[in-house]
């Protein structure tokens, strides 16, 4: 089994940055590096949503148009460990943010990730 825990999340003025780490522990016969990860993001009262997404390999990433041009994803499967970093941050991008791996191809909906962290609080101050 994979378990996933993600760290970095805190109070930003907007504009600013912040990265977050999805940090994962493995049993035996487990690898982080064959699992795709992507993050998600949960505002209140509102639906979870996709955030960015990177190949197993870090072959290959994918955003959400959002934060396009403003996050980067990006894993060191030596250290077992994907980051999101986000950029000019804004209000909007309030939320809690997850961390999740799949074994199947990336998907921008929740449902095929059988592994999740906790989540980590981003709050963006106008």
């Known amino acids: 089994q994979v378990y996933l825990v993600e760290s970095g999340g805190g109070v930003v003025q907007a504009g600013g940055s912040l990265r977050l780490s999805c940090v994962a522990s493995?049993?035996?016969?487990?690898?982080?590096?064959?699992?795709?990860v992507a993050w998600f993001r949960q505002a209140r009262g509102k639906d979870r949503a996709f955030v960015a997404g990177?190949?197993?390999?870090?072959?290959?990433?994918d955003y959400a148009d959002s934060v396009r041009g403003r996050f980067s994803v990006s894993r060191d499967n030596a250290q077992n460990t994907a980051y999101l970093q986000m950029n000019n941050l804004e209000p909007e991008d309030a939320a809690l943010f997850f961390c999740?791996?799949?074994?199947?191809?990336?998907?921008?909906?929740?449902?095929?990730?059988?592994?999740w962290g906790q989540g980590t609080q981003v709050t963006v101050s106008p």
């Open positions: 999740a791996g799949n074994l199947m191809p990336l998907s921008r909906t929740p449902d095929p990730y059988d592994v």
């Open positions: 493995t049993a035996s016969g487990y690898s982080f590096s064959n699992y795709e």
């Open positions: 990177i190949r197993y390999n870090g072959g290959g990433t």
